[in-house]
T-cell receptor
Framework: GESVGLHLPTLSVQEGDNSIINCAYSNSASDYFIWYKQESGKGPQFIIDIRSNMDKRQGQRVTVLLNKTVKHLSLQIAATQPGDSAVYFCAESLYGNNRLAFGKGNQVVVIP | EAQVTQNPRYLITVTGKKLTVTCSQNMNHEYMSWYRQDPGLGLRQIYYSMNVEVTDKGDVPEGYKVSRKEKRNFPLILESPSPNQTSLYFC???????????????FGEGSRLTVL
């Protein structure tokens, strides 16, 4: 399969622990943010999104937090499982702008 | 099964030899896009299409062309490939453009292109 890349920031987490992945975004005018997960050999998959009028959104086992003051986004994964091992990307967009700008990614390695 | 299909998955070619990477989606999505993924640079958008016959440049369009003659297909054309286009390419689609507030892009499995 296709690997995502080399020398990404890596988070090693014990199975069952919570994971927190951080992302600093670049455009203070961005108003829509998304987290994607990319497993080895696959294309990215949508996890969760959040609009700028919110500071927190929860999904199944995942929570996204948005801090617009410092342009920071985080993804929290509860009770991390081996299947969570992947590269995680944040992406930002401006409403009405049909382009999505991706961050460089963070590798998560789950230790059984 | 809903999917985005890219072909070829792997290709090794030589400088200057025109090639096309096909992309097809079966979800009746309006929006389609091409990205390249390079180590340390993440995913960068090449071109996107809002609908049939509507295409626009992304962040790194140089050296690429696209067309959208049918809703389901969005081929990426490299008229004269060069070694700096060696990369992993992803096609993606979504029901509506990402600027409308939905970020659920569906990605293909990727096409690894090597230009010698």
């Amino acid at each position: 399969g296709e690997s995502v890349g080399l020398h990404l920031p890596t988070l090693s987490v014990q199975e069952g622990d919570n994971s927190i992945i951080n992302c600093a975004y670049s455009n203070s005018a961005s108003d829509y943010f998304i987290w994607y997960k990319q497993e080895s050999g696959k294309g990215p998959q949508f996890i969760i999104d959040i609009r700028s009028n919110m500071d927190k959104r929860q999904g199944q086992r995942v929570t996204v937090l948005l801090n617009k003051t410092v342009k920071h986004l985080s993804l929290q994964i509860a009770a991390t499982q081996p299947g969570d091992s992947a590269v995680y990307f944040c992406a930002e967009s401006l409403y009405g702008n049909n382009r999505l700008a991706f961050g460089k990614g963070n590798q998560v390695v789950v230790i059984p | 099964e809903a999917q985005v299909t890219q072909n070829p998955r792997y290709l090794i070619t030589v400088t200057g030899k025109k090639l096309t990477v096909t992309c097809s989606q079966n979800m009746n999505h309006e929006y389609m896009s091409w990205y390249r993924q390079d180590p340390g640079l993440g995913l960068r958008q090449i071109y996107y299409s809002m609908n049939v016959e509507v295409t626009d440049k992304g962040d790194v369009p140089e050296g690429y062309k696209v067309s959208r003659k049918e809703k389901r297909n969005f081929p990426l054309i490299l008229e004269s490939p060069s070694p700096n286009q060696t990369s992993l390419y992803f096609c993606a689609s979504s029901l509506k453009p990402v600027g409308s507030g939905t970020g659920e892009l569906f990605f293909g499995e990727g096409s690894r292109l090597t230009v010698l």
